[in-house]
Every structure is written in structure tokens, then in C-alpha cells.
């Protein structure tokens, strides 16, 4: 699976919208892009995927680049309860494990 | 969505002990799940991949004779830490793909291990 690259940490203003960046300048063209979140001491969350449209849930968004090689998660607004570690997957379809990397940790401050 | 269900959520066991993590699929079946460990400050390590009927695959570095995997139906998988040691204190956590591609995949709750 590709590899990602994400700022370690980023501070967001509650009610403002979070731009996480990440970048896998080695996907493959059959790699998904998938971003979970991991609040303190839980299970991971899922967010959102994508191959190589943006797109759009009642979480997030989520901006591909159009040569693939970085995403951005958008939180529109963000609240005190989207603090966590955001992680950005690089992986193929299927019954494939998640290769997790150091995420990003996101404070969101009142 | 998809719920993958883990018990316990926390445990404390004694050094030299057995002790045994469960995760089951409520509403869909999981041919294949993904145990991970997670020590505090770091991220997620894939520890094992279990696949309903057949043995477990595991990852470079894992005892296997230490982290039982048994996956002996589609909803249900179990992690057993053997002869549980102060080291293997950390947070287990299971994953299985969702039953539809939008989901994504989906992961359990976590167990906090401590071992004393």
C-alpha cells in the first residue's frame, strides 16, 4: 500500500472548517484514499473515501487532487467533539488491512 | 452501518495469565477480520488477519503461539493473549470489512489490556 504524509498536529477555532492535509504521492491508480478518526481510547471511525472525485457525506469532504497524489479532509464546521487523531489511508478495494501511519492529531479550540 | 461489537472493553489480569478478547459482526458477516494493537502515543499495528475456517495470518514479528486468533463462524472471531506478560499491556482492536462498500471498515471499540 502507498505510503502517507500528514502534519503531526493542527489546532481549528470551534465552528470554523478543519483542512486536514495528506499526501501519497505513491498511490496506485487502483488505491482508494479512506480518512479515519480515532477519538482517545476508541475504535477508529470511519469518515469517508475516494478514489478520484470529491466527495461529500454528512461528516465531511473530501478533495483529491486530479493527478491523485494529495487529499484534503475538509470538516465544514468543526466542534469541540471532532478532537482526535485523523488518519490518512491509501489502500485497494477489498477484504485489504488498513496500514495506519501517525495521523494527525486535531484540536478543535472553543 | 455495519457494528462490530468487542467485550470486554477493559481488563486487568495477572502476570502468567490467559486472557480473551471477542468481536462479532451484529448485522453482517465478516469472512475476514483484522486484530490490531496499539500502544499509548502510537498508532494502530496490524497484528493478525483471520479468515472464517482457515488459520489466521500473521504479521512479521507476532507469536502466534501467544495471540490465538479463532474465527469459527462468519460473526464472530476471538484474540487470546497467552501466559499474558506486563509487556503485552495495550489497546487490541478488531476491524472487519463493512458488509457494503460505502462503509468502509468498520472497527470494534477497543480493549484496554493491563497486565499485572
Known amino acids: 500500500d502507498a505510503k502517507t504524509t500528514q502534519p503531526p498536529s493542527m489546532d481549528c477555532a470551534e465552528g470554523r472548517a478543519a483542512n486536514l492535509p495528506c499526501n501519497h504521492s505513491?498511490?496506485?491508480?487502483?488505491?482508494?484514499v479512506y480518512w479515519y478518526r480515532q477519538i482517545h481510547s476508541q475504535g477508529p471511525q470511519y469518515i469517508i473515501h475516494?478514489?478520484?472525485n470529491n466527495e461529500t457525506n454528512e461528516m465531511a469532504s473530501l478533495i483529491i487532487t486530479e493527478d491523485r497524489k494529495s487529499s484534503t479532509l475538509i470538516l465544514p464546521h468543526a466542534t469541540l467533539r471532532d478532537t482526535a487523531v485523523y488518519y490518512c489511508?491509501?489502500?485497494?478495494?477489498?477484504?485489504?488491512?488498513?496500514?495506519f501511519g501517525k495521523g494527525t492529531k486535531l484540536s478543535v479550540i472553543p | 452501518g455495519a457494528v462490530v461489537s468487542q467485550h470486554p472493553s477493559w481488563v486487568i489480569c495477572k502476570s502468567g495469565t490467559s486472557v480473551k478478547i471477542e468481536c462479532r459482526s451484529l448485522?453482517?458477516?465478516?469472512?475476514?477480520m483484522f486484530w490490531y494493537r496499539q500502544f499509548p502515543k502510537q498508532s494502530l499495528m496490524l497484528m493478525a488477519t483471520?479468515?472464517?475456517?482457515?488459520?489466521?495470518t500473521y504479521e512479521q514479528g507476532v507469536e502466534k503461539d501467544k495471540f490465538l486468533i479463532n474465527h469459527a463462524s462468519l460473526t464472530l472471531s476471538t484474540l487470546t493473549v497467552t501466559s499474558a506478560h506486563p509487556e503485552d499491556s495495550s489497546f487490541y482492536i478488531c476491524?472487519?470489512?463493512?458488509?457494503?462498500w460505502g462503509y468502509g471498515y468498520t472497527f470494534g471499540s477497543g480493549t484496554r489490556l493491563t497486565v499485572v
Open positions: 475516494g478514489l478520484k
Open positions: 483471520s479468515n472464517e475456517g482457515s488459520k489466521a
Open positions: 489511508i491509501v489502500s485497494r478495494a477489498g477484504s485489504y488491512q488498513l496500514t
Open positions: 505513491t498511490i496506485s491508480g487502483n488505491e482508494y
Open positions: 448485522d453482517f458477516q465478516a469472512t475476514t
Open positions: 476491524s472487519a470489512p463493512g458488509q457494503e
